[in-house]
Every structure is written in structure tokens, then in C-alpha cells.
């Protein structure tokens, strides 16, 4: 496996790829990876000739009051995961080498499916997502991209920005890795002391009944989100920031649980901002 | 020659010279083409193995107040003049293809570059110019892409793009094309009555006067801008939108006539806004 910092490098290998007509796999991460991540680099691995793995942590998504400085890093640790996976690339870039000085090109999906759920509390980040994201396409000219159905507005976001500026590009969705107990996994668990781990297992616990109760008929999204609400404020650690149902390719609200549904939430506990949802077909 | 409508189609012809190993050519347009443009076909004719040329008049490029219904087309006529100057295909799609219902994802080149000359006057025309080449890009793949240097201030602003996003097509400049009496070729010009068409070689005039008082010495920006200001002004149907002298690259303001120099301006002629530069090295 080859690890490169330059787009230069990056570029060559691509040439070289595309030249013995390989097709391309693109596994983008912020690195500090779990087995979340190293799901869709099995899953890169078997549908592509060859697999990259970019580990950057934007800067342009974070907001200024986030984690960036404190977001975790370790990318030697991360370089043998993929590796053991069986990537061929990990493409890790340093901050001057994605945003040289006067970079000023940004590209923004606009509207309420950049504006809801995590739009609403952390304004800018999609436009940072959205502008590195076609960065790194525009690098890897990938066949497919893989992306984790946990953040599940970023899956509709890449999906309509693709859509919309005519990215002739895959994107493939891939379903939520949980620890036993039902917590999404996530780098940001890394961040939770005992206690707010225990607690955390409210917001899958939440999920999991709610597909229960839907599955017995209940269709009125107003009531469901009272009851993830109720059921998340037992926990006296948690702050949640929001419940939301809502269509899954459009992030606009439902009045009933019918077609793609995805119920998605934001909750804070301690010094973590923990996001978790379920998409369902009814 | 061909000439396709559909996304669908033109990707099928590219993956097709992808396999071959061409190389391709795009000379993007907004169509009722005269020599300026079928000099753009000629470069990307000499220079690639495929050349594609894209006729879409951009309605996001224009303000509301603009002459994007007025603006002139003939699918016809431009087809038989870019087939004799030996292009392989027409890409010529329809708004809805390049813009279906629900579209929303924007690519903006943010700063000065954008806000200046042309910027000042046509806010967001930068936006849509910006967002229609990146569908255009994504679409075609090209390795070249030409564009006139009459319009100095979108060469600026597409290399800007094309660095800042890492696309990895060149973006080969062309050089402005002429009428005899020294009014530079737009598809615009058809909005001049005779009297205006006569006063529109002023703009010209000034510009080549100017090269001559820099090739005696001149280094003052401002008295440049003056002495151009003041020729054009001489004309009464003249109304001028601005005169400026900037670095070519940034459209920074400069304090002397050195480096990659760009003396560019816009002046309104009847219902015809024109714009003409000169560029120059010192």
C-alpha cells in the first residue's frame, strides 16, 4: 500500500489506473478510523480495481467554536487498518496542500437540505463538506465514493450535489456500524467519559424502539419524535439539539411515515455532539 | 459532425475517445458564434485529438434585468461554422438538461476576483458562470479547455476555479478577435445601431492608445485610467461602466504598469454593454 501527501502523486497513480483501465474506489475519511470506516473499505475493496482512502480533517467544516484542533488524529494507526483491509492508497494530504494560501472557490448545495437538522447548528459545515468533497473527486476521479449512512445528511447532501453538478460518480451508502450495545460508532465516542458512554446508548435505544412502534402502525412523525424526545431526556446527561423526521433524499419535513424516512437526532453529552438515525422504507 | 442534446449521449462519446486514448478539446459558448469563438475551435482543432463545442446560453450567468431572453441564437448557422472548422461534436443541451427542476448546488469563486469590474455591476453573474463550466467540466472531462481573452475577468476567475478545485484541465486563453476598424468581435454587437456601431470603435481606439503611451514610458495606472476615460468620453453615445487597470491574475488594483497587467472596461453603447481589455506584460 502507498501512502501519498501530494495531489501530484496522487494524480500519477490515477493516470496509471485509468491507462490499464481500472475502475476506482474512494473511501473519504477524517481519519481516526473504526470499524465504521473500515466497513466501506471492505465494501470499496470488493467492487473496485483499486481502493483509496483519503484521512484529512477539513478545517473549511469545522465551525469556530468546534473540535478541529482537538479532533483526534493518528495516521499510522489508521495506515495499517486500511492496509489490513487491503487499500492500495491512503491519500493523506496536509492542510496547504487541500487549501493553498487564497483558496477562495467554494461550493455550496443550497437550500433546506443544508440548512436543517445539522445545517441549523453548524452553519457552513456542508459548504466545507461540499468543497472538499469535490476536491478530492475532482483528484481521485473515483467510479464510486463511499460514504456512512450515519451521517446521513451528508449521504443526501454528496448525493444531490453530484446530481446537480453533473459528477459522473457513484455514490454508495453504507449502513451504520454499531459498538454491542447499540451506540453508533463514531470518533467522537472518544470523547465521552464513563458515565456519557453509558448514557449515550439512549439515542440508539430511542431508534430501535421507535422502529418498533412504527412497525406496529404508528404513521404520525409528531408523535415519534415526542416520544425519542421523552425517551432521551430520561437520560439527565444528554442536551439534545435535535429530533427531526423527515424524506431522506430531500431532508424536507413529512406529515406521515411513508416512502424513504429517515428519523435522525443530534445529542450532546459532555463534550460530545453525537448524531445517530435510522432510514426506513414505508 | 454530431450534435447531441443529452448528457447521456455526450458522456457515451467520451467514455468511447476515453478508451482510444484521445485527447479532448472543449471550447464552451453561448452560441451565435463569430470569429472570436471559431478561433477558440481552431486552437482546440490544432491541439486535441477530440473537440467538443458546447453552445448553452447560461440563464444563470444573467441578472434579472439582463438580456438573457434577447440574447441572440442560431443553433443552425453555428453548427455549420463550428463543423467547418473541423469539431467532432455540438454539445447543445437544453436548460432543463443542464438545470432540472430542483437544482440548487452552486460553485462560487469568492473575493475580489468575482466583486470587480464586471462583478461590480453584475452580481452573481460569476456564480452562474462558475457553476455551468463545473457541470461542462464534470460532463466532458476535457484536458483543454479554450476561452477568449476578450473576456479577461472569466479567465481569471475559471484558472482561479480550476486551481482552487483541482481540476485537472488546462485552460488555454485565447487571444481577442478584431473587426477591422479595431472593435473587438461579441455576439453583442448586433445590438448596435449605425451610429453606435461607429462610436463603439472608441473603446479600441483608447486601449491601443494607451499601449503606446506605455511603450513611451508611462507608469501611473491613475493617469492611464484617465486618458482612458476622457477618449472615451469624447463620444457621446458612450456611457461608460468602468476603466480599470489591474494585475491580470488577482484583478488586484496595481500602482504601476509592471508584471501580468490587464487595462480592461466596460462601456454601454445603446442597449449593447460592451467590454474590450488589453493585456499586457511590463
Known sequence: MKILNSIKDVRAEIKQARKNSKSI??????GYLHEGHLSLVKRAREENNIVIVSIFVNPTQFGPDEDYVAYPRDIERDSRLVEGEGADIVFAP??????????????????????????ASRPGHFKG??????????????????????????????????????????????????????????????????????????????????????????????????????TINTEALTDIDYVEIVNARTLE??????????????????????????????
Open 94 to 119: 496536509e492542510v496547504n496542500e487541500m487549501y493553498p494560501d487564497g483558496c477562495s472557490t467554494y461550493v455550496e448545495v443550497e437550500g433546506n437540505i443544508t440548512k436543517k437538522l445539522c445545517g
Open 253 to 282: 419535513s413529512i406529515r406521515k411515515i411513508k416512502g424513504d424516512v429517515l428519523i435522525a437526532l443530534a445529542v450532546k453529552i459532555g463534550k460530545a455532539r453525537l448524531i445517530d438515525n435510522i432510514r426506513l422504507e414505508a
Open 25 to 30: 474506489g474512494m473511501v473519504p475519511t477524517m
Open 129 to 230: 463538506v461540499t468543497t472538499i468533497v469535490t476536491k478530492l473527486f475532482n483528484i481521485i476521479t473515483p467510479d464510486r465514493a463511499y460514504f456512512g449512512q450515519k451521517d446521513a445528511q451528508q449521504v443526501a447532501v454528496i448525493e444531490k450535489m453530484v446530481k446537480d453538478l453533473c459528477f459522473d460518480i457513484e455514490i454508495v451508502p453504507c449502513p451504520i456500524i454499531r459498538e454491542e450495545d447499540g451506540l453508533a460508532k463514531s470518533s467522537r465516542n472518544m470523547y465521552l467519559n464513563e458515565k456519557e458512554r453509558k448514557a449515550a446508548t439512549i439515542l440508539s435505544k430511542a431508534l430501535f424502539n421507535v422502529k418498533e412502534i412504527i412497525g406496529k402502525g404508528e404513521i404520525n412523525p409528531s408523535k415519534i419524535e415526542k416520544f425519542i424526545v421523552d
